[in-house]
């Protein structure tokens, strides 16, 4: 006979198997996320609280889930959606219940079967005794629940929620798993599994988990360790691809490591454990880390290893009654007595047995019964109690008979190829939801993809773009300046000669007002000579107007040649010129005037053939004059004198100058006349002048 360890993790005492058929009963709530129902024409459900409660089950802080309740509650009133209403009240049913006031869970779900019965919806009858099943479960009203089950497994035929279905289902197939039988279990399975179909999405993989485990579990009761394992597995593989079902790897490897126990794989158990172990403190599962030390206590046990299991054992021991987990403690002292016994403690071993043995049997399934017997028996016979062992072994020939039956295991076993098949059918659709998902994501991808190839394309062309308008706009700029100089240029020369106009020196005499540097010691005044060409008319009647033109164009020339890169040469009207010479000594501009008056008479101007002899007249006078101050006489007063000047020298003559060179007199004298008569002036000697001759021929 092999040592097989009596108890698994799903079904290690009364009060914890209740515990977890609580915890499977919320991880199912979990997976039930239904769309929203309508019967009879009224909706049952109310989608937002609906989704609120959906949000509920998805978080894993207790005190958040709490508030998040209470708000529904409080926002929920018994006109709102009786499907709703009901979901809410059956989680605060648990809450309580959790929290160890199983008198309030009662008196909730009494109040709901009132509530239910005034508003008699299927799916509020469902819902209302599916939480009832399980409360009753969790006190370990067994023969009670399984009342309510059938009760429940009438109103789900007419129930319409999908989630509510498969919930009430599922609570039904766990209820009769545990009472041995399987075959209804299953039959429950297949509803549930139909149900599920019906709401297939996203999360089906964590309902089918949920569902799945349940087979699993029924198959290890049936001894079918094989077919469990591979279930098992198949949900592992499946958990380990999904994040969200992360949490459930704890328990799915402590029955994998059980498992393995159970068919004699003991270095496979003992490590599958270990890795249950450390999934458990991850995902924060202490209940699992004791089941789990508990496992592989037992298989060393079944090893002979009896001071590893004991070492192992006592520690577990210590974590289960430091967390006061009751239900653990029992199974890991029956343990640690079973080594007592082994040990050759007999009467140590069979006390403890005897006691923590008592407390599993009154709340094991049948199925754990027959296992735990085999223990009992065998400990017995160690000990020497060989009637009590046979005790044992009556009990437990009579409970197998209970559990397998060689009949129905033909049915179930029909039962259970159909369950796979439909299972492997809602896989198959998964896989496809994956690739389909997995498709979208590709393609998502490549969208985003060419979007961003778009968008550099854009921003390139918009650079190129900005550019080129920039640089058509520079060009432009470029342009206009250049255009603008142009206009500058011109606007300020005179088109014939190409000599500055009278805006130039307008412009320049106004600016020469600022100009400080006419102050400053050493520097002389400016000068102005004024010329006139001599009998200009005469040459354009002569020679014809283009020569004139060519005459002037040329007198210009030779001006502009003469003069210093300071002095500004001017076509002043007609045939009128002015040189404006800066810092300009008075001595010296007789001398100037000459060579000017040279440089346009000293050879004739060439047109076509024709030689066409200049001369020119002029009047100059510097700039102050005389030292009075410009405020006193301008710049314009001052040319307009000159002008007199050149008028004398006409009269006198022409091809010769007129300088006016200072006073005789005090400017406020003289002023009137030398505005207005200069031949005077010079008459009565007010006005100090100079005459230049032109070149003589
Ligand atoms: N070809 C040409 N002739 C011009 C231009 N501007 C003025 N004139 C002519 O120059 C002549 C000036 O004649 P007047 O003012 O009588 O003087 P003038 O003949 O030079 O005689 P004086 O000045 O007394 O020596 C006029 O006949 C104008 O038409 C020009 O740009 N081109």
């Keep these: 006979?092999?040592?097989?360890?009596?108890?698994?993790?799903?079904?290690?005492?009364?009060?914890?198997?209740?515990?977890?058929?609580?915890?499977?009963?919320?991880?199912?709530?979990?997976?039930?996320?239904a769309p929203v129902v309508k019967a009879d024409g009224s909706a049952l459900t109310h989608t937002p609280y609906e989704e609120q409660l959906d949000r509920y089950l998805s978080l894993s802080d207790r005190e958040a889930k709490r508030v998040l309740l209470q708000e529904v509650i409080v926002g929920l009133n018994t006109r709102h959606a009786p499907s709703t209403y009901v979901r809410a009240w059956t989680y605060r049913a648990f809450e309580v219940a959790e929290d160890g006031d199983v008198d309030n869970a009662v008196s909730i779900v009494t109040d709901l079967v009132r509530y239910a019965e005034r508003n008699p919806y299927p799916d509020v009858w469902s819902e209302v005794l599916a939480n009832k099943v399980a409360l009753l479960a969790w006190q370990g009203e067994t023969t009670q629940a399984l009342l309510v089950s059938d009760q429940l497994a009438e109103h789900l035929i007419h129930a319409e929620n999908p989630r509510v279905r498969y919930y009430g289902n599922v609570v039904i197939t766990g209820m009769f798993r545990s009472n041995s039988q399987f075959e209804r279990a299953l039959t429950h399975a297949l509803y549930a599994q139909d149900a599920l179909s019906e709401i297939n999405n996203e999360r089906s993989a964590t309902r089918r988990l949920g569902l799945n485990r349940q087979i699993a579990l029924i198959q290890s009761d049936l001894r079918n360790y094989p077919a469990a394992l591979e279930i098992v597995n198949r949900s592992i593989r499946e958990a380990r691809e999904d994040s969200s079902l992360e949490e459930d790897i704890p328990s799915l490897l402590l029955m994998k490591g059980y498992l393995h126990g159970q068919m004699d794989q003991h270095q496979a158990s003992i490590d599958v454990h270990q890795e249950a172990i450390e999934w458990a403190e991850r995902t924060n599962q202490p209940g699992i880390v004791l089941v789990s030390m508990n496992n592989i206590g037992s298989t060393l046990i079944h090893q002979e290893r009896y001071a590893e299991a004991e070492e192992v054992l006592s520690q577990a021991l210590e974590q289960a009654l430091a967390a006061e987990n009751e239900d653990t403690a029992h199974l890991i002292q029956f343990n640690l007595g079973y080594i007592q016994v082994m040990l050759g403690n007999a009467s140590e071993g069979i006390a403890a047995i005897e006691e923590?043995?008592?407390?599993?049997?009154?709340?094991?399934?049948?199925?754990?019964?027959?296992?735990?017997?085999?223990?009992?028996?065998?400990?017995?016979?160690?000990?020497?109690?060989?009637?009590?062992?046979?005790?044992?072994?009556?009990?437990?020939?009579?409970?197998?008979?209970?559990?397998?039956?060689?009949?129905?295991?033909?049915?179930?076993?029909?039962?259970?190829?159909?369950?796979?098949?439909?299972?492997?059918?809602?896989?198959?659709?998964?896989?496809?939801?994956?690739?389909?998902?997995?498709?979208?994501?590709?393609?998502?991808?490549?969208?985003?993809?060419?979007?961003?190839?778009?968008?550099?394309?854009?921003?390139?062309?918009?650079?190129?773009?900005?550019?080129?308008?920039?640089?058509?706009?520079?060009?432009?700029?470029?342009?206009?300046?250049?255009?603008?100089?142009?206009?500058?240029?011109h606007s300020l020369r005179d088109p014939l000669t190409q000599l500055l106009n009278r805006r130039a020196l307008q412009e320049q005499m106004?600016?020469?007002?600022?100009?400080?540097?006419?102050?400053?010691?050493?520097?002389?005044?400016?000068?102005?000579?004024?010329?006139?060409?001599?009998?200009?008319?005469?040459?354009?009647?002569?020679?014809?107007?283009?020569?004139?033109?060519?005459?002037?164009?040329?007198?210009?020339?030779?001006?502009?040649?003469?003069?210093?890169?300071?002095?500004?040469?001017?076509?002043?009207?007609?045939?009128?010129?002015?040189?404006?010479?800066?810092?300009?000594?008075?001595?010296?501009?007789?001398?100037?005037?000459?060579?000017?008056?040279?440089?346009?008479?000293?050879?004739?101007?060439?047109?076509?053939?024709?030689?066409?002899?200049?001369?020119?007249?002029?009047g100059f006078i510097s700039l102050p004059f005389a030292g009075i101050p410009e405020k006193d006489l301008n710049w314009e007063r001052a040319l307009q004198i000159a002008d007199m000047a050149l008028y004398i020298g006409k009269v006198h003559g022409r091809n010769q100058a007129y300088g006016i060179m200072g006073l005789n007199a005090p400017y406020e004298q003289v002023q009137p006349l030398l505005e207005r008569d200069l031949s005077k002036a010079i008459d009565q000697d007010k006005v100090d002048y100079i005459i230049v001759k032109g070149p003589q021929k």
């Design 1 to 33: 006979m092999t040592l097989t360890h009596p108890v698994d993790h799903k079904c290690i005492s009364p009060r914890q198997r209740s515990f977890v058929v609580a915890c499977l009963w919320i991880a199912l709530l979990s997976v039930l996320f």
């Design 356 to 489: 923590h043995g008592a407390y599993l049997l009154e709340h094991y399934s049948e199925s754990e019964q027959v296992d735990l017997y085999t223990y009992i028996a065998k400990a017995y016979q160690r000990a020497g109690m060989f009637e009590q062992q046979a005790e044992a072994l009556l009990e437990q020939r009579r409970l197998n008979e209970e559990v397998f039956q060689s009949e129905r295991e033909k049915s179930m076993s029909e039962m259970q190829a159909r369950y796979e098949a439909i299972e492997q059918a809602q896989q198959i659709e998964l896989l496809e939801q994956r690739n389909a998902l997995q498709e979208r994501v590709i393609e998502n991808a490549r969208l985003q993809r060419t979007i961003f190839i778009l968008f550099g394309i854009v921003v390139v062309f918009g650079l190129i773009l900005v550019a080129l308008l920039y640089r058509a706009a520079r060009r432009a700029n470029l342009r206009l300046k250049d255009a603008n100089k142009q206009l500058e240029f």
């Design 510 to 618: 106004s600016k020469r007002q600022t100009d400080e540097r006419r102050a400053q010691p050493g520097q002389h005044p400016d000068a102005m000579i004024l010329l006139d060409i001599d009998f200009f008319k005469k040459i354009n009647d002569q020679y014809g107007h283009a020569a004139g033109d060519q005459v002037l164009k040329v007198i210009g020339e030779r001006l502009a040649t003469l003069a210093r890169s300071s002095d500004m040469v001017i076509r002043w009207g007609g045939e009128e010129f002015l040189i404006f010479l800066r810092n300009s000594d008075p001595e010296k501009l007789a001398e100037i005037t000459e060579r000017v008056l040279r440089t346009i008479g000293d050879e004739p101007v060439q047109h076509e053939d024709m030689e066409i002899p200049v001369t020119a007249t002029a």
